[in-house]
């Protein structure tokens, strides 16, 4: 993955922990999807920009840059505003300010009508909707994340990793079953896609449905042997299933994989359970 952008392996109990802060959703039955509950996050974020929360975290330099940039987009220096804002978005987007990196993205993709550029965009709103806590931020970064992935995806459909993180953002939304049916149109088209089989595996864990984590885990790392959180996550769907023998075998192979001491004091934790 985006990446992603998208899960992180943490600590102990409380990687799947985390888990379940996501909308619950069965996603075991092929032919039907059932919410079983989600948190209405439709409602638009009150935060119009999200810059001014993170100005007090720029360094000096930083901040000398922003005001430059600023203080040319100010004096109506339209000739070069796409590339200032670009400027911009680069400056929050290194600094892992990326809902503001987003902000300054989206509106040079809007002045420029720039599919490179609103991809820019979509991926620091995605980014910014993966770590996103408050029910606002989360509708408002999955809203823009939806709004500019979709102007590329009009132009070219086969990109699925972008296909992909629009789904992940339904699942979290008050339509969780769109994201679902996305993530197996993904699937049919390409049965080997790794983010769609990973986000899968995850979505079953977080329902309760380990049997079925753990299948789709198997064909992950069937066909991505070296995805890390795929091989870990199985093991941790052996465990939940009560598993035990595969789910240690599964954990020492991992174990055998990364030089990791967070993962490995993670791994460590479920083989003292066992």
């Given at each position: 993955?985006k990446?992603?952008?998208?899960?992180?392996?943490?600590?102990?109990?409380?990687?799947i922990?985390?888990?379940?802060?996501?909308?619950?959703v069965?996603?075991?039955?092929?032919?039907?999807?059932?919410?079983?509950?989600?948190d209405n996050a439709?409602?638009?974020?009150?935060?119009?920009?999200?810059?001014?929360?993170?100005e007090?975290?720029?360094?000096?330099?930083?901040?000398?840059?922003?005001?430059?940039?600023?203080?040319?987009?100010?004096?109506?220096?339209?000739?070069?505003?796409?590339?200032l804002?670009?400027?911009?978005?680069?400056?929050?987007?290194?600094?892992?300010?990326y809902?503001?990196?987003?902000?300054?993205?989206?509106?040079?993709?809007?002045?420029?009508?720039?599919?490179?550029?609103?991809?820019?965009?979509?991926?620091?709103?995605?980014?910014?909707?993966?770590?996103?806590?408050?029910?606002?931020?989360?509708?408002?970064?999955?809203?823009?994340?939806?709004?500019?992935?979709?102007?590329?995806?009009?132009?070219?459909?086969?990109?699925?990793?972008?296909?992909?993180?629009?789904?992940?953002?339904?699942?979290?939304?008050?339509?969780?079953?769109?994201?679902?049916?996305m993530?197996?149109?993904?699937?049919?088209q390409?049965p080997?896609?790794?983010?769609?089989?990973?986000?899968?595996?995850?979505?079953?864990?977080?329902?309760?449905?380990?049997?079925?984590?753990s299948?789709?885990?198997?064909?992950?790392?069937?066909?991505?042997?070296?995805?890390?959180?795929?091989?870990?996550?199985?093991?941790?769907?052996?465990?939940?299933?009560?598993?035990?023998?595969?789910?240690?075998?599964?954990?020492?192979?991992?174990?055998?994989?990364?030089?990791?001491?967070?993962?490995?004091?993670s791994?460590?934790?479920?083989l003292?359970?066992?």
């Amino acid at each position: 993955m985006k990446k992603t952008q998208l899960i992180l392996i943490v600590v102990g109990i409380i990687a799947i922990a985390g888990l379940y802060a996501l909308p619950s959703v069965v996603v075991d039955n092929e032919g039907e999807v059932n919410a079983i509950s989600q948190d209405n996050a439709g409602a638009e974020s009150s935060e119009s920009n999200p810059v001014a929360m993170h100005e007090a975290e720029l360094t000096p330099d930083q901040e000398a840059a922003v005001a430059s940039l600023r203080g040319q987009l100010n004096q109506g220096n339209t000739a070069n505003a796409v590339e200032l804002l670009d400027s911009l978005g680069n400056i929050y987007q290194e600094l892992g300010k990326y809902d503001s990196a987003g902000y300054y993205f989206a509106q040079a993709a809007d002045e420029s009508k720039s599919l490179a550029l609103a991809e820019k965009a979509g991926e620091s709103f995605y980014e910014a909707f993966t770590f996103a806590l408050e029910a606002e931020k989360v509708a408002y970064t999955a809203e823009e994340t939806r709004k500019y992935f979709n102007q590329v995806l009009e132009k070219d459909p086969t990109r699925l990793d972008l296909k992909t993180k629009v789904a992940m953002t339904y699942v979290s939304s008050s339509n969780p079953m769109q994201g679902i049916t996305m993530l197996r149109e993904i699937l049919e088209q390409d049965p080997q896609n790794e983010d769609a089989l990973f986000n899968m595996g995850i979505l079953a864990i977080q329902s309760g449905q380990y049997k079925r984590a753990s299948e789709r885990f198997e064909e992950l790392i069937k066909y991505h042997p070296q995805n890390l959180q795929g091989q870990f996550y199985l093991g941790v769907s052996y465990f939940e299933a009560n598993q035990k023998n595969k789910a240690k075998a599964q954990f020492e192979a991992v174990k055998e994989m990364t030089g990791d001491e967070m993962i490995l004091n993670s791994i460590q934790g479920y083989l003292d359970r066992l």
